[in-house]
């Protein structure tokens, strides 16, 4: 019965100090584990524990005469700045032929690449370049986290002390609990991670066609062109005929038969 009562005790005490993580009124050991983030340190730097946590993103869309040579321009750059292409697209119509790259690259190396595929340029049809702080958000998920992890360690000592089989049970539901939870701010500290590491660079550029060859093509070559067209375009009106044919020649039945009937009536 003792140890019950010493059970329920510190269940008791562990659900307290998980729902009073962040407060003025926390023990010394869990304070340690959130000092980055405890509201009742309003003097501390941050920043001398935490650097700034920074995701970089950019797109960029522009005209080039030569796609062939801006592609090789933009992966030397990708080269040396240690990118990598994570999409790469290629689209045509009537008027353009359109590329399209998404870029990772080291956010160390971010300005540098810009620079450097920015040469060359004579002007951005659009140039969108952001910086979004989230070291707030870095800061409150680790304290998180390890608050969690100090919850399971402390959950795990308890359990070796269990010895009843309902009590044993019930506290591995606790740990697993907790364990989902650790692994969900790991999942989503790994993904803030990955976007401060490396920033994304989506690049657009395009050439336009439709003018420049009009002036290659001659106007005998254009009315050449046009005929070409024009028998292109019977052939097919012709092979639409032959693909209903059944309908024309029903059609061709009833207007007989339509007409033979009036002229008798008329008679």
């Given at each position: 019965m003792?140890?019950?009562?010493?059970?329920?005790?510190?269940?008791l005490t562990l659900s307290s100090c998980e729902k009073q993580v962040?407060?003025?009124d926390v023990s010394n050991d869990a304070v340690s584990e959130i000092r980055v983030s405890s509201p009742?340190?309003?003097n501390e730097d941050k920043n001398d524990v935490i650097s700034q946590k920074i995701i970089k993103e950019a797109y960029l869309k522009f005209e080039t005469d030569d796609l062939e040579s801006t592609y090789n321009q933009i992966k030397t750059a990708i080269t040396a700045n240690k990118a990598s292409v994570q999409s790469d697209s290629q689209e045509k119509d009537y008027r353009t032929i359109t590329r399209r790259l998404t870029i990772r690259i080291p956010s160390q190396n971010f300005d540098a690449f810009l620079e450097s595929i920015s040469k060359g340029v004579s002007y951005f049809d659009e140039k969108n370049i952001s910086s979004q702080n989230v070291t707030e958000e870095y800061i409150d998920l680790t304290s998180r986290?390890?608050?969690?992890?100090?919850?399971?360690?402390?959950?795990?000592?308890?359990?070796?002390?269990?010895?009843?089989?309902s009590e044993i049970l019930e506290i591995e539901k606790q740990i697993s609990?907790?364990?989902?939870?650790?692994?969900?701010?790991?999942?989503?500290?790994?993904?803030?991670?990955?976007?401060?590491?490396?920033?994304?660079?989506?690049?657009?550029?395009?050439?336009?066609?439709a003018q420049k060859e009009g002036v290659k093509i001659s106007y005998g070559s254009?009315?050449?062109?046009?005929?070409?067209?024009?028998?292109?375009?019977?052939?097919?009106?012709?092979?639409?005929?032959?693909?209903?044919?059944?309908?024309i020649?029903?059609?061709?039945?009833?207007?007989?038969?339509?007409?033979?009937?009036?002229?008798?009536?008329?008679?």
């Open positions: 003792r140890q019950f009562f010493l059970l329920f005790f510190a269940v962040g407060s003025a009742s340190q309003p986290l390890n608050t969690k992890r100090k919850l399971e360690e402390r959950y795990i000592e308890i359990l070796k002390k269990a010895t009843k089989v609990a907790i364990r989902e939870e650790i692994e969900a701010k790991q999942g989503q500290l790994k993904y803030l991670e990955s976007r401060v590491s490396e920033s994304t660079v989506t690049i657009e550029f395009y050439k336009t066609i254009k009315i050449w062109n046009s005929i070409q067209s024009g028998f292109f375009s019977l052939s097919d009106f012709l092979l639409s005929l032959i693909s209903v044919w059944p309908f020649i029903l059609i061709c039945v009833l207007a007989y038969f339509i007409r033979k009937r009036f002229k008798r009536k008329k008679i």
